[in-house]
């Protein structure tokens, strides 16, 4: 049962020359869901860099350089945190923007935030304690990743344990929650839950679009809906959206069945800075 708690003040978060807030026009989370290539990522990071200008948005470039998680052993992963690591300096660089990636043990926080601005916790490890503090004493941007298996008034937990830390630079990314098996459900009502902690929320509408293991081998998607959530979300009025894509997602080498196809972005970013301007009462 969900404890009364009283809501905190909004907190304004700092990424790279950015300000994310709840209050604020919608900051988005972009990029491929893992690393394939220097030449994809400055390729995708290109395009959603012209795209976000247009629409005069705040984003920051993501890409993961390890699949840690994958329904099976022989999944592809990665080419390595040292490599991924140099090409994310350089296409950071070349773009000037900030960026983000996942971290999976407390041992890789430090060498990560020489490179990254935001530290990614995955929802699954979402509790894990010492991974949580050694993202938050870097002094990163902590985005933490809420588990399929969290009650969204739960995350406070987490919360805690960076700002134990003291880091106050936190983000709060609602991914869905287990449903029945190899189904996720996002109930609308934790967005706003989870706001009460006072730190910035955002939906990731790919991850949300996910079938867990529901081919077997790997897991399934659902990409249709991602526009879905996401219009829903924004006009809850969430501080930003996380949304991971590729030029053909049927090649991706991993999460391409809940990545929305490169050249169907502009349309769905279109529809959500309205649904977001007329939420948070300002022109488009």
Known sequence: MRRAKVPVGPRDVRVGPYTVSNRRPLFYIAGTCSFESEELLAQVGKALKALFKKHKADWVLKCSFDKANRSSGGSYRGQGMAKALEAFARVKGDLGVPMLTDIHDAAQADTVAMVCDVLQIPAFLCRQTDLLRAAGRTGRVVNIKK????????????????????NRSILLTERGSSFGYANLVVDMRSLEIMKETGYPVILDATHSCQLPGALGHATGGQREYVPVLGRAAAAVGVAGMFLETHPDPDKAKSDGPNSIKLAELPALVRDLAAIDAIVKRRRP
């Open 147 to 166: 588990g399929q298996f969290l009650s969204p008034w739960d995350i406070g937990n987490a919360v805690a344990k960076v700002e134990s830390t003291g």
